[in-house]
């Protein structure tokens, strides 16, 4: 059978797992970290929270322009040769907008960059009272690097911001029909990404959680990604 450009016909079995994956593994509200924590500031005291990996390092920035986004590596990786990385984004133009869309757009700029790619449906959730959407999308081949992308998307829509954490594997390049990532890896995958959990200290619709009231009160409230390292 052959593709054109830019097109994977996804499988019903790969669907339906993908998605009963996805529900099983619902986000939680009090979720810890094993490592360092995130928050991404949208204003007026909206923020989303995020648990990292053991051990995995944020990656230097050391321009205003990269403020509201980050990045983080496994131990043993750098920025020249890594294979797994998540990355948390902050949108303030997408506020209030539909998280689909969203999803939507980051899938075309895939099939712009791969010589084939995919996209399982977008699957919508409301976490916290927000609209929250998870997506994977593949990569047989980036047409820059000439390596494969296997990457996991969580979107959430806030009232001041959008919210995106992803998991992004990178792997040699691969056929259609492959599985160049494993079973347990998209688990942890799907299971680190779901701890996202969008609030805002000044509305009862979408409280956060009393946890975190120490941490937020030192946020300076900017749009932006801050990096809350975990106790030794």
Same mark, same amino acid.
């Given at each position: 059978?052959? *593709?054109? #450009?830019?097109?994977? %016909? ?13 529900? +099983? ?9 094993? /490592? ?74 895939? %099939?712009?960059?791969?010589?084939? +790619? ?5 699957? %919508? ?8 959407? *998870? !997506? ?8 820059? !690097? ?47 990404? !779901?701890?996202?959990?969008? @609030?805002?200290?000044? +509305? #009862?619709?979408?409280? @956060? ?7 937020? +009160?030192?946020?300076? /409230? #900017? ?5 809350? %390292?975990?106790?030794?």
């Amino acid at each position: 059978m052959s *593709f054109t #450009k830019d097109e994977i %016909k996804w499988s019903e079995s790969l669907l339906s797992g993908l998605f009963f994956l996805a529900v +099983s593994l619902m986000p939680l509200s009090n979720a810890h970290a094993a /490592g360092d924590s995130v928050i991404a500031q949208g204003g007026n005291g909206e923020v989303f929270f995020a648990a990292l990996p053991d051990q995995w390092q944020a990656l230097p920035r050391n321009t205003q322009a990269q403020s509201t986004t980050a990045e983080w590596l496994p131990p043993g990786q750098d920025v020249n040769n890594w294979e797994d990385m998540i990355t948390v984004q902050v949108f303030p133009g997408w506020a209030g907008g539909d998280v689909v869309s969203f999803l939507d757009e980051l899938a075309a700029i895939y %099939k712009q960059n791969c010589e084939v +790619s995919g996209a399982t449906p977008p699957l %919508k959730d409301q976490v916290n009272g927000f609209p929250t959407g *998870f !997506r994977l999308i593949n990569c047989t081949r980036d047409l820059t !690097r000439n390596t494969g992308e296997v990457a996991l998307f969580r979107a959430t829509v806030g009232q001041n911001a959008l919210y995106l954490i992803q998991h992004v594997f990178r792997v040699p390049e691969f056929e259609i029909g492959a599985q160049p990532v494993t079973n347990e890896a998209m688990k942890q995958a799907f299971e680190g990404i !779901r701890t996202g959990w969008a @609030c805002n200290q000044n +509305s #009862k619709k979408h409280p @956060c959680p009393p946890s975190w009231q120490s941490s937020l +009160s030192k946020l300076d /409230g #900017k749009p932006s990604v801050v990096v809350i %390292k975990a106790p030794n």
